[in-house]
């Protein structure tokens, strides 16, 4: 008796995305090993809370293919990319990847909406708001490097900025779940 809940396209693409999230990890995880080599810690601690979260993308996806009953494929990580020139360009490639990696999530909500696999569709959701947050959290750093003059950054603002982004919780509550416990 067949138990697979999911379409061939939908796993195969779906595991795709699994290892796109390994990726993310190791791409965070590599420039967060570059800013800590830049002396630059609370940045650093930033990129290794966000590299542990990517990891956590990861695991989510494989727990739902397996658990329609679809066959996981963990499969080789792509290298990260090389590392930045610049703080400036670290959060420029970081907004850039989170743009594409919007781009895969929609892909994929839009073959769930195809093929009328509203569990898929459904479970995809939550990463399209987590991908809004993504997005912005990635804006939000390229806005302080903009009031902090960007590639001319002085060393008194990037202090400054590396300080504040250690305590800088990595995730942004979305307005609609923001509550007065959890404001
Ligand atoms: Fe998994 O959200 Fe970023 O890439």
């Known amino acids: 008796m067949k138990t697979n809940r999911l379409s061939k396209t939908l796993a195969a693409a779906l595991n795709v995305q699994m290892t796109k999230e390994a990726h993310a990890s190791q791409l965070y ?3 967060a090993a570059w800013a800590e080599q830049q002396g630059l810690n609370g940045i650093a601690d930033f ?16 727990e739902y293919i397996s ?5 996981v494929l963990v499969t080789a990580i792509p290298a990260p990319p090389e590392n930045p020139a610049s ?26 909406f ?18 809004v947050e993504e997005e912005t959290l990635a804006m939000n750093l390229l806005n302080k490097m903009k009031i902090a003059d960007g590639e001319k950054i002085s060393g008194e603002a990037l202090y400054v900025l590396d300080r504040d982004l250690k305590n800088t919780p990595d995730e942004i509550i979305a307005a609609q ?5 959890h404001p």
């Open 29 to 31: 995880l590599s420039y």
């Open 47 to 62: 990129l290794f809370r966000h590299a542990s979260e990517e990891r956590n993308h990861m695991m989510k996806i494989l």
């Open 67 to 71: 658990k329609r009953g679809a066959e």
């Open 87 to 112: 703080i400036n360009r670290c959060f420029e490639q970081i907004f850039t990847h989170e743009e594409g990696n919007t781009t895969a999530i929609y892909k994929l909500v839009k073959m769930s």
């Open 114 to 131: 195809d093929e009328a696999d509203w569990a898929t569709w459904n479970f995809m959701q939550w990463f399209v708001k987590e991908q």
């Open 177 to 181: 779940d923001v509550t007065t416990e």
